[in-house]
């Protein structure tokens, strides 16, 4: 007998947008587990705060966020070894993750470690890509269109090419790449097309155009979409 | 004075699979619409069910489904009438949208014809792509791999392309098109890397290999994930 390890996805930052079937999780659920980084508070925990009842027993994920790099290997380990310590004990534990825990989500470093062992269950979450659609009030895709979700961090010449492919495009985790990214989107002639959402639907949401925006100032948490206007009809 | 108008994203199907948000604006909604079947049950409305207290004003959007076209324009031009009927008496009406509102969501039909008139909040919901990945135990992406959704009405040719040229690929509404879109994933070479699922999240979820599959019987509410191995790590 062994606890189950719940993936949660929690939505994009609304607290409101959780689901019941999260909230239900989060309140039967001992343990609770979320990222954060090294200093500071976790986004996850901040997102879940209003729905976690008082008494649980929680392990802050610090995971050192180096721009441009990725959380080394051991440090999931580390984790996964502390979140499996409570599942041999028969307890449960949730790990909370910002959106969809399998769009992006750091939870697919435990899955992979933890999911052959214990019981799992991963619960879909509201993604900031449909969040983000939503702020700027731009349909993403209907009929046969094409989507392409890509990260901002690829180089120039890949964004390019995917940018120029598709009828929409999500360019996620912008942040220090918005210069690159605003290059190329200039380049292709697409400028009137694209929009910005920052923290979408959370209290700071922020939606500009390009030229509206202090390349400065561009959190990690932010969105370029890009809905190019098809001949024929009207969406 | 005019009513307000909302977009709901309810969700991919699980009834529990719908938000907070989206909970409380249909409890204080007096009208509801929802696209529906010429014949039989709206899915949406399905999903919603145990959500929506008794005595809303229901509009059942009747949408012929013919294999291969989309509704008509003067259909969601006849329903986009009858629910300003309702706006400009100063009542809120609320359109139910499987999943999410502006991923390949109905909705944005309704949008493009009123949100300029009145008053519109689109709320996000849990698509059917977070929810697929959950059922079939498949991260998608992480770190800066690109995403491709993709529709499986396209053509072989750029289905090929497509598929071909990102990490991970969701293709939607796969129904009839299935054989294709295995031919095309067999040329690639992909089929051990394929998952389908069919009503993610429902009480008839099933998640198959392609093999598995009776290419007969595959309805429009299915998908197949693509996720090829990367090399160098495990994710």
New interface residues.
């Given amino acids: 007998m062994t606890g189950t390890l719940y993936g949660l ?1 929690i ?2 930052g ?8 999260a ?2 999780i989060i309140e039967k659920t001992p343990i609770i587990a979320y990222p954060a980084p090294d200093v500071g508070e976790s986004l996850a925990r901040a997102i879940a705060a209003p729905h976690i009842p008082p008494g649980k027993t929680e392990i802050n994920m610090r995971m050192p966020m180096i721009p441009g790099q ?1 959380p080394a290997h051991n440090v999931y380990d580390r984790y996964a070894d502390e979140i499996s310590f409570h599942l041999r004990k028969n307890l449960d534990v949730t790990v909370l993750c910002e959106g ?6 750091s939870f ?2 435990l ?2 470690r933890l ?1 052959n062992k214990f019981p ?1 269950c ?6 900031s ?3 983000s ?2 702020a700027i ?15 901002g ?2 180089d120039e010449i890949e964004l390019i090419d ?1 940018i120029n ?2 009828q929409a495009v999500a360019v996620m985790k912008v942040g220090r790449h918005f210069k690159k990214v605003c290059r190329v989107i200039n380049r292709l002639g697409l400028n009137q097309y694209a929009h910005y959402v920052e923290h979408a ?1 959370m209290s700071n949401q922020i939606t500009l155009n390009l030229d509206q925006v202090d390349a400065n100032k561009v959190p990690y948490f932010s969105m370029i979409l890009i809905r190019r206007p098809k001949e024929g009809h ?2």
């Fill in positions: 996805g939505g994009p609304d607290p409101e947008l959780i689901t019941l079937k909230l239900r990725f969809d825990p399998f769009l992006y989500g697919m470093y899955f992979i999911s799992t991963v619960v879909p979450g509201v993604s890509l449909g969040a659609a939503a009030g731009v349909p993403l895709v209907s009929r046969n269109e094409t989507l392409s979700i890509v990260p961090p690829l995917r492919s598709s639907s009207d969406l």
